[in-house]
């Protein structure tokens, strides 16, 4: 079993960068892929981002590519979603996911992971 917390969530002016942090617990994390998914208000939930376990294969949806980031560290049992250039668009909540062990690649499919936060809700303003 895996255990996710998300933080870092808030209120934030289009234009501005948040860092949403997913703190890990339980078996081992360094060898989980990790992704992000975020559903907005009356929409079905949304791939963002997604890293493999050792944090060099990264994958974003098309509307985030250039303004968002995933980094990981394995050290602290922690992923990251760094947001720049936020838009109003951008506005949801926020939830972090892991692979099963064994799964290595990052996927843009909810339904391959197993592990879900509880969210962290993000809102810009325009």
């Known amino acids: 079993q895996v255990q996710l917390v998300e933080s870092g969530g808030g209120l934030v002016q289009a234009g501005g960068s948040l860092r949403l942090s997913c703190a890990a617990s339980?078996?081992?994390?360094?060898?989980?892929?990790m992704g992000w998914f975020r559903q907005a208000p009356g929409k079905e939930r949304e791939f963002v981002a997604a890293v493999g376990w050792s944090g060099t294969s990264t994958y974003y949806q098309d509307s985030v590519q250039g303004r968002f980031t995933i980094p990981r560290d394995n050290a602290k049992n922690t992923v990251y979603l760094q947001m720049n250039s936020l838009k109003p668009e951008d506005t949801a909540v926020y939830y972090c996911?892991?692979?099963?062990?064994?799964?290595?690649?990052?996927?843009?499919?909810?339904?391959?992971?197993?592990?879900w936060g509880q969210g962290t809700q993000v809102t810009v303003s325009s």
């Open positions: 996911a892991a692979r099963g062990a064994g799964y290595w690649s990052g996927s843009s499919r909810s339904g391959d992971y197993d592990y």
């Open positions: 339980g078996r081992t994390f360094s060898t989980n892929a």
